[in-house]
């Protein structure tokens, strides 16, 4: 079963993991792969280190989604999260009449609420995610997410929304500064920590803000309870990368335990970045070292290709480890390595063959050890 094989029953795939090793790629590649097989894919980044636009060659990406040029069978899109026009977006769908939308934009608690709530990105991204497979348009959403940090926050941002939206403590800031006052202790510290988690905002702007939100708190609501069911249910994957370096390791090892927590169905594991096993011929390396005679070159070179070996056999030794911990079944794909940074669709696209071609699972990895020869010993 290959990490395609994996997800194909599934329309939204969540692509997370720790930061800097490669999400941003293996998102590209499963979205290309994708169209390769005919689907119409779509790959959303909520990452705002503009590192989607990097990977696929283009210039810039917006909110809305973009064609990638490619000869495809299916069809590729691209797009990246802008926090404040998704908020804009989702008020002008949901508010009842424009004097609300209008209420609502020109708050100045909602406008800090916007771009700086705790989870107000994730929350984004999520209903961007639930606005994108409402529309039919896609076969295939995938979601790259920020470094793991932020990956249980995504999950989480319904529950928040829901929070921010409990209904007792809205009916007191709906009534206004007078129920403010005979309020519990709890209400009361609850809104000071309101007032201070949004600087210059005053009580009047939250109430008049919460007044005006009280028209869409159904709605709100009813797509925080769409989201859960989307995330938790058949139709999500969860899609973990990771580096071959034994911290990074541990820490995927962490999120996917965590992720099991959250009952969120962890579909596939990349390994990215994996050292490659160097393919020369022994006898051809040393025919080609013996040729040099005992020069600094030769020496150079028997260590350096010593060095390899040797780094290629530890990286596959506690891949090798880590594998053995995962659950039985899980689909495991290894990325070699580049020489360069992947910055164009011909590099995507060789991550996507990567990705459709490896028939790995976690109980099938190979464990064998590579010892570097004793002839090329440093």
Not at 14 to 21: F, K
Not at 151 to 159: E, G, I, M, Q, V
Request: net charge neutral.
């Amino acid at each position: 079963m290959t990490v395609l094989d994996a997800i194909a029953r599934h329309r939204i795939v969540v692509v997370v993991g720790t930061g800097g090793v490669g999400k941003t790629t293996v998102s590209a590649a499963l979205a290309l792969a994708a169209a390769q097989q005919g689907r119409r894919a779509i790959v959303l980044t909520i990452d705002p280190a503009r590192a989607l636009a990097r990977a696929l060659g283009i210039a810039d990406l917006a909110s809305e989604p973009q064609a990638v040029p490619v000869d495809v069978p299916g069809r590729m899109l691209a797009a990246m999260l802008d926090q404040k026009h998704a908020w804009d977006a989702f008020v002008a769908r949901h508010a009842p009449s424009p004097s609300v939308v209008r209420a609502l934009l020109d708050n100045p608690f909602y406008q800090r609420l916007s771009t700086s709530f705790a989870g107000s990105t994730e929350y984004m991204a999520v209903e961007e995610m639930c606005r994108l497979v409402e529309s039919g348009d896609h076969d295939l959403i995938v979601l790259d997410t920020p470094p793991a940090a932020h990956a249980l926050d995504f999950l989480r941002a319904p529950a928040k929304i829901d929070r921010l939206l409990d209904r007792e403590l809205t009916s007191w800031l709906v009534l206004g500064r007078g129920a403010w006052r005979s309020a519990g202790a709890t209400a009361r510290f609850v809104l000071r920590r309101l007032e201070r988690a949004t600087g210059k905002s005053t009580l009047r702007d939250i109430t008049a803000f919460f007044v005006a939100l009280d028209a869409l708190v159904g709605a709100v609501l009813d797509r925080t309870r769409r989201a859960r069911a989307l995330l938790r249910g058949g139709d999500a994957a969860y899609v973990l990368v990771a580096g071959p370096r034994q911290l990074v390791l541990d820490e995927t090892r962490a999120l996917a335990g965590q992720l099991r927590q959250q009952a969120a169905p962890l579909a596939a594991v990349v390994l990215n970045r994996v050292h490659a096993v160097p393919e020369l011929p022994l006898d051809t390396v040393e025919q080609d070292l013996a040729a040099l005679g005992d020069t600094p070159a030769a020496r150079w070179l028997r260590r350096s290709w010593g060095d390899a070996v040797a780094e290629a056999a530890d990286a596959r030794a506690t891949i090798a480890r880590f594998t053995a911990t995962l659950p039985s079944g899980l689909a495991v794909a290894r990325v070699a390595e580049a020489g360069h940074d992947l910055h164009s669709l011909a590099d995507v696209a060789l991550v996507a063959s990567a990705l459709a071609h490896q028939p790995s699972t976690a109980t099938a990895m190979p464990v064998t050890a590579i010892s570097p020869p004793a002839a090329l010993s440093p």
